[in-house]
């Protein structure tokens, strides 16, 4: 929120406590002096008489008419889908990876920079499990989700089964290789020539 430039106003502060408070105020202090006045004793009168005269009167006393313009205004150069994720930091190992979540990721080299090794990063997890690795500015890693992983892993094995049952053994001889008897072996041909097994 803070790099929307957005300031959040959180229930246990005294603006909004006041604000409650005061509402309550009203509610305790007026309400039963209403209802004294009317002479009202029993739930059902007292939630007759709220519905049918004492909201309207309220709201038209201490209600707050809204702005008419927009509240929303244009993002420019905000980079969202850096903003909108959960950020963790982390240090780069020695052999230039982040352990996050009990998984290991290796972070390639960089033309800026042979190795991040002790570097400070920001890992940002999106919405869809997958990560990326900032240095400052820089993107240097992205990463699928573990979902994704185990989806491309079992589709790389349903591949290499499929690869498996078409794929076929090309090496020569084709043809299954013949016997010879011993005593064709000794036989001698009639063309003269000498069959090498």
Known sequence: MRELGIEMIPAYSPQARGRSERNFGTWQRRLPQELRLRGIRTREEANRFLRESYIAEFNRKFAVAAQLESAFVPVGGKDLERIFTLQHKRVVNRDNTINFASR?????????????AGCRVVMC?????????????????????????????????????????????????????????????????????????
Not at 108 to 113: H, K, L, S
């Open 104 to 116: 290991v990721l290796q972070i390639e080299r960089t033309r800026w920079r042979g190795t991040l």
């Open 125 to 197: 997890e999106h919405l869809d499990g997958s990560l990326t690795v900032y240095y400052g500015p820089h993107v240097v890693g992205r990463f699928a989700g573990p979902e994704q992983e185990s989806r491309s892993g079992e589709l790389w094995k349903r591949r290499c089964a499929w690869k498996s049952q078409t794929t076929r053994d090309f090496h020569f001889p084709t043809a299954p290789p013949t016997t010879v008897s011993t005593k064709e072996k000794e036989k001698p041909k009639a063309s003269g020539h000498i069959t090498c097994q």
